[in-house]
């Protein structure tokens, strides 16, 4: 999988790889940009010691930042661990708890508050990071703070040592748990 995806940004190089509606229009996000944000996603979450073979939640409508947040995690050897955005609260603790996940990207405020609402009962996600721009109430930190710690610490060594990492994802290594 990390195969396709190095191979996709330096194959297409598209300045709109993906898009994103806001205020009515469409805006582009590139595959250098794509690349980017999801070294720096990857990086910030190695920076709050999420390590390989950690699982990770994505509670998310369909967005890019999901996509940056899956990519992140299959590039640095993480199980992503998608959660169904519209299951009550009570009903995601199963899967983050039985999967084991340490973090837990949210994509609203809405999405925070339900999992600020069942937090005591999640028994490993040390951290929730909010796909939205201000941090609402039950995350810990934005996506935009990820990715500034990432990119605090990028260089073009770490660029190489980033793909060389994610070349190292074996076909036969847990990429998703869908429950």
């Known amino acids: 999988l990390t195969q396709i995806f190095f191979d996709a940004v330096e194959r297409h190089k598209l300045p709109n790889a993906y898009q994103f509606k806001k205020e009515g229009r469409y805006h582009p996000i590139s595959h250098q940009d794509v690349l980017r944000r999801v070294r720096h996603i990857a990086t910030g979450l190695a920076e709050l010691g999420v390590q390989r073979g950690d699982r990770v939640g994505i509670m998310a409508e369909n967005r890019p930042e999901w996509a940056l947040a899956d990519w992140a995690c299959l590039c640095s050897g993480l199980t992503d661990v998608p959660v169904y955005p519209t299951l009550p609260a009570e009903q995601i603790v199963h899967p983050l708890n039985d999967s084991g996940a340490v973090a837990l990207f949210v994509s609203s405020p809405e999405q925070a508050a339900k999992a600020k609402s069942v937090r005591g009962e999640l028994k490993t996600v040390r951290t929730i990071i909010s796909f939205v721009d201000r941090k609402p109430d039950g995350a ?17 060594e770490k660029a190489v040592a980033f793909k060389a990492g994610a070349m190292a994802v074996q076909p036969d290594d847990l990429a998703t748990l869908i429950y």
Request: no cysteine; proline share 0%; net charge negative.
């Open 140 to 156: 810990d930190m934005t996506l935009a703070e990820i990715e500034a710690k990432g990119a605090a610490l990028d260089s073009a």
